[in-house]
């Protein structure tokens, strides 16, 4: 669900693997060009992979209730899992695309979602069975050039764990189900790891992200260049010191070593434009309220005043309001 950056990838390097899809997308004008030209990934080395799923329009852009469909492949128990990659932007989830979901979901239907920041989730339960939903983490790096094709730029490793774990059996039956689709994303040429601490992850990914991804955009520079830059490497230090700041605050376990990761991040990525700064350039909504937006709620939440990430915020904000007032 989702056909952008990291939505290609996934799907592509799925179907290349012979598992069956469908591709559901928002816009009736991609839903026609993945229909007429398929997806296609291109490494950075330049190997290029082409695929034509099925492609739908999301249930309640269509003429029939998201109830009314049902999914063409086989929806078993855990034995025959059947699996929704959810890799829409996080402010794209709202209640009625939540309810699309569940009507997509047959019994043995899981829900994976690879979002960025925190939040997500919570807002899905509110809706979805919360012993189905599977968050992952993926430092995979894909930037789309078009509505059905993305280039691969950068190989990483993606985690998965369940968001909430219930009984003795639904947690059996939970690793089992993990199991397969690692087995089958492994399949599909990802590197895999489950995950049994996947809200620590979730946590460090998004303070690496809240450091590196409103810089590159207000400064308009790729990754690698953040430090090269004394003073935006200095206020990367700042933006990183307060959020581990925050993450202990809500009893989070992040490690000591987090400013080293930051920095390999950046290194590893040098080339690459951060989403940010992607939906910056063109003229998108940022995910700043996924990632930084959602840290300052939690941080008033605990009583802490995090004055760099506040900073920078606010001025990603204003950036937004001036574009979408035509200036």
């Not at 026609?32 to 490494?43: M, S």
């Not at 043995?108 to 069975?129: M, R, T, Y």
């Not at 990603?316 to 035509?326: T, V």
Request: aromatic share 4%; glycine share 8%.
């Amino acid at each position: 669900m989702g056909a952008g950056a990291i939505g290609t990838l996934f799907a592509v390097k799925i179907a290349k693997a012979g598992f069956p899809l469908e591709v559901f997308v928002r816009r009736e004008e991609q839903a026609r060009r993945i229909a007429d030209a398929g997806l296609t990934l291109r490494e950075a080395e330049g190997e290029a992979y082409a695929a034509k799923p099925l492609v739908r329009l999301l249930p309640s852009r269509t003429e029939h209730a998201a109830r009314d469909y049902k999914p063409s492949m086989e929806s078993g128990d855990a034995e025959d899992p059947h699996f929704i990659f959810l890799s829409v932007k996080q402010n794209a989830i709202t209640d009625e695309l939540a309810s699309d979901i569940l009507g997509l979901m047959g019994p043995g239907s899981w829900v994976v979602c690879l979002q960025n920041g925190i939040g997500h989730a919570e807002k899905l339960v509110k809706h979805l069975p919360a012993d189905r939903l599977l968050l992952a983490v993926t430092t995979e790096g894909a930037l789309r050039v078009s509505d059905c094709e993305s280039i691969h730029t950068g190989h990483g490793e993606t985690y998965i764990g369940a968001f909430r774990e219930g009984d003795k059996e639904e947690v059996e039956n939970s690793r089992i189900v993990q199991k397969k689709l690692a087995k089958q994303l492994e399949m599909a040429g990802f590197r895999i790891s489950l995950s049994n601490d996947i809200i620590s992850r979730i946590w460090q990914k998004l303070l690496i992200n809240a450091a590196i991804n409103p810089l590159s955009a207000l400064l308009q520079v790729r990754n690698g260049e953040l430090l090269e830059l004394s003073e935006a490497r200095q206020l990367m230090q700042q933006l990183v010191e307060e959020g581990k700041l925050l993450a202990s605050a809500c009893g989070i376990e992040i490690g000591t070593d987090l400013w080293t990761r930051v920095q390999e991040v950046c290194e590893n990525t040098a080339v690459n434009r951060s989403s940010m700064l992607q939906d910056m350039q063109a003229g998108r909504v940022t995910e700043i309220e996924a990632i930084t937006g959602n840290m300052l709620n939690k941080a008033r939440t605990a009583g802490l005043e995090l004055h760099a990430h506040q900073s920078v915020y606010l001025l990603i904000k204003a950036l937004e309001k001036r574009r979408s007032a035509g200036d």
